[in-house]
């Protein structure tokens, strides 16, 4: 929706690896939002961008996780040491300027064996 | 007590039926209301905003807002197999950063 695309769209990895997750947002998208969504459960709050900066941060589960945004563009989340329960989907959400509504990316499927 | 909840479900009508899913938030200063369609293996869709206590309709669907209650609904008018989803509830919080706070999402299923 609105232009947000994520990459990879599918990811398995090894459990320990790293994996990198990337959402790149249509130009001028100042706010951007990271969830995990498990499967079968809700959306699951991860962290959120204002620009490069991230106000709140207080979803990430643990010091594995990291996320950056460069540009006022594009945001990557990281994932050090992967675990199977970090299995999920992970969706991007950017709400148009000016506005509060979220549009989502179309997800990353991560599975860590 | 969750900050939005929503009944899980599944909630099953009959196609032609009115479905009515039903949500309520803790938080009283909350202005901003939204419900969104997630089909499975799909991200959440947007379906309705509203703002103001009342009713809001766009085509078959109507949103439903009472503030005093904390509470907000979605009916879905003849409900067709295609409506078959997951519907997410998600309330802007009254706080400085005004995070969407999302309910776990009602299941419809709507069968032909």
């Known amino acids: 929706g609105a232009g947000v695309s994520q990459s990879p769209s599918n990811k398995v990895t090894e459990k320990g690896k790293d994996v990198e997750l990337r959402c790149d947002p249509i130009?001028?998208?100042?706010?951007l939002y990271w969830y995990r969504q498990r499967l079968g459960q809700g959306l699951e709050f991860l962290i959120y961008?204002?620009?490069?900066?991230?106000?709140?941060k207080s979803g990430l589960p643990s010091d594995r996780f990291s996320a950056e945004r460069t540009g006022e563009s594009v945001s990557t989340l990281t994932i050090q040491r992967t675990q199977q329960e970090d299995s999920a989907v992970y969706l991007c959400a950017c709400p148009t300027s000016g506005q509060e509504t979220q549009y989502f990316g179309p997800g990353t499927r991560l599975l860590v064996l | 007590q969750k900050e939005v909840e929503q009944n899980s479900g599944p909630l099953s009508v009959p196609e032609g039926a009115i479905a009515s899913l039903n949500c309520t938030y803790s938080d009283r200063g909350s202005q901003s209301f939204f419900w969104y369609r997630q089909y499975s293996g799909k991200s959440p869709e947007l379906i309705m905003s509203?703002?103001s206590n009342g009713d809001k309709e766009d085509g078959r669907f109507t949103a439903q807002l009472n503030k005093a209650s904390q509470y907000v609904s979605l009916l879905i008018r003849d409900s067709q197999p295609s409506d078959s989803a997951t519907y997410l509830c998600a309330v802007v919080n009254a706080g400085n950063n005004r995070k969407l706070i999302w309910g776990l999402g009602t299941s419809l299923a709507v069968n032909p």
């Open positions: 130009s001028g998208h100042t706010a």
């Open positions: 961008f204002q620009g490069n900066s991230a106000p709140d």
């Open positions: 509203i703002y």
